[in-house]
Nanobody, 128 residues
Framework: QVQLVESGGGSVQAGGSLRLSCVASGDTDSRHCMGWFRQAPGKDREGVAA????????LYADSVKGRFTISQDNANNMVYLEMNSLKPEDTAMYYC?????????????????????WGQGTQVTVSS
């Protein structure tokens, strides 16, 4: 079992920045991959960024490449999402998620179906 708690959401004007944090607890050594997802009202959930816990390999959605950066501090079981040059279309609830268990070495994905643990979410609102 892994528990995930997000923080750092808020309201910001277009062009601004926010840094989201996610702290993991429980069986944290079994984490294979951590991801950030978002869902806006009336829209499907979208994978934003992912990072392999052991390898540090990252993956980004095209919509955020060059603006968002995912990083991790494994000593403290933290994952971060640095968001710059924010746009109104980035407004959504942002969720931290984890793939936990035995997974092939470098498998990384933004498909939320593959993630088996989720946080409660933190709201990000970007005004124009």
């Amino acid at each position: 079992q892994v528990q995930l708690v997000e923080s750092g959401g808020g309201s910001v004007q277009a062009g601004g920045s926010l840094r989201l944090s996610c702290v993991a607890s429980g069986d944290t050594d079994s984490r294979h991959c951590m991801g950030w997802f978002r869902q806006a009202p009336g829209k499907d959930r979208e994978g934003v960024a992912a990072i392999l816990t052991r390898h540090g390999t990252t993956l980004y959605a095209d919509s955020v490449k060059g603006r968002f950066t995912i990083s991790q501090d494994n000593a403290n079981n933290m994952v971060y999402l640095e968001m710059n040059s924010l746009k109104p279309e980035d407004t959504a609830m942002y969720y931290c998620a984890a793939i936990v268990g035995v997974v092939a070495g470098t498998f990384i994905t933004l498909n939320g179906v593959e993630y088996n643990y989720w946080g409660q979410g933190t709201q990000v609102t970007v005004s124009s």
